[in-house]
């Protein structure tokens, strides 16, 4: 189905373990993001890519790595878990067009990530 | 980038008009203003923009002040399904950038009975 998907739904992780939540767009957006939301908190974002290859931090990147190979995929990996990185991820994609009104972006569904 | 206001929370009765408010006062010339809901626990979802006249879709209709100051976000008959949080964000329009949205804390609307 056409959309944007996040995989895994829910992950249960150890303490310093390494863990890549996948983010997947059949759209071929130019742009997508990474965003963590903490309970009571609104949504922080963490990484964001305008295209394959292109990538930049945001406003929470510490700890965390991007990469874009492919203009679908935007994987986002946490090198060594810590418990203050359990959150609810989401992932996002836009389309902007040069000269032109930019468009509102599509979230994932989340994926829920506890560090024990 | 513009930040915005907007009241914690807000109640509306079921079929009535849900007015929500956003201040953003230091708005610039090329920034749109964006709103979003998230229902609880879902990613959010894009609702309306605009720059400075008055939009409408089949969701809501977004209504912006002439100094663009500040706007409101009008659900016509509001449901129990419209029960969210509701995030105003002014976001710029870079061209060849990524262009970020910035998250508040936005409304929470209880739609009741």
């Known amino acids: 189905d056409a959309g944007i998907t996040q995989s895994p739904r829910y992950k249960i992780t150890e303490t310093g373990r390494q863990v890549t939540l996948m983010c997947h767009q059949t759209?071929?957006?130019?742009?997508m993001f990474w965003y963590r939301q903490d309970l009571g908190h609104g949504l922080r974002l963490i990484y964001y890519s305008a295209a394959a290859d292109i990538t930049d931090k945001g406003e929470v990147p510490d700890g965390y790595v991007v990469s874009r190979s492919k203009t679908e995929n935007f994987p986002l990996t946490l090198e060594s878990a810590t418990r203050s990185q359990t959150s609810v991820y989401f992932c996002a994609s836009s389309e902007s067009r040069q000269g032109q009104r930019s468009y509102g972006y599509t979230f994932g569904s989340g994926t829920r990530l506890t560090v024990v | 980038d513009a930040k915005t206001t907007q009241p914690p929370s807000m109640d509306c009765a079921e079929g009535r008009a849900a007015n929500l408010p956003c201040n953003h006062s230091?708005?610039?010339?090329?920034?749109?203003v964006y709103w979003y809901r998230q229902i609880h626990s879902q990613g959010p979802q894009y609702i309306i923009h605009g720059l400075k006249n008055n939009e409408t879709n089949e969701m809501a209709s977004l209504i912006i002040t002439e100094d663009r100051k500040s706007s409101t976000l009008i659900l016509p008959h509001a449901t129990l399904r419209d029960t969210a949080v509701y995030y105003c964000?002014?976001?710029?329009?870079?061209?060849?950038?990524?262009?970020?949205?910035?998250f508040g804390t936005g409304t929470r609307l209880q739609v009741t009975l």
């Open positions: 964000i002014v976001r710029p329009r870079r061209s060849g950038t990524a262009s970020k949205l910035t």
């Open positions: 230091t708005i610039s010339g090329n920034e749109y």
């Open positions: 759209w071929s957006h130019s742009y």
